[in-house]
């Protein structure tokens, strides 16, 4: 089992910037494929952003492309999602995820690890 835990959300003005954390622990000594959703009141679960085991390979939404950046420390078990430019619509729980694969994945059902997510809300 992995566990994951998020960080750094919280209420920010438009056009501010927020950096989430997600620090995995327990099994996690093989690799792991990570991605970043959210999803707001009354939505789907959508896709923000994905990252391959060695960082190599980024995906990201088309809604965030040119204002977020996803990265990786393996060494600290941790994925950051650095949101810059923050937009109402941005407004959503963000949700952390991993899953044993090497490669980049960008479906929610592709994950078998979930964090229990972190309220991002921007002000107008």
């Known amino acids: 089992q992995v566990q994951l835990v998020e960080s750094g959300g919280g209420l920010v003005q438009a056009g501010g910037s927020l950096r989430l954390s997600c620090v995995a622990s327990?099994?996690?000594?093989?690799?792991?494929?990570m991605g970043w959703f959210r999803q707001a009141p009354g939505k789907e679960r959508e896709i923000v952003s994905a990252i391959n085991w060695s960082g190599g390979r980024t995906s990201y939404a088309d809604s965030v492309k040119g204002r977020f950046a996803i990265s990786r420390d393996n060494a600290k078990r941790t994925v950051y999602l650095q949101m810059n430019s923050l937009k109402p619509e941005d407004t959503a729980v963000y949700y952390c995820a991993a899953d044993p694969s090497e490669l980049l994945l960008i479906v929610p059902t592709s994950y078998d690890y979930w964090g229990q997510g972190t309220q991002v809300t921007v002000s107008s």
């Open positions: 327990g099994r996690t000594s093989g690799r792991y494929a």
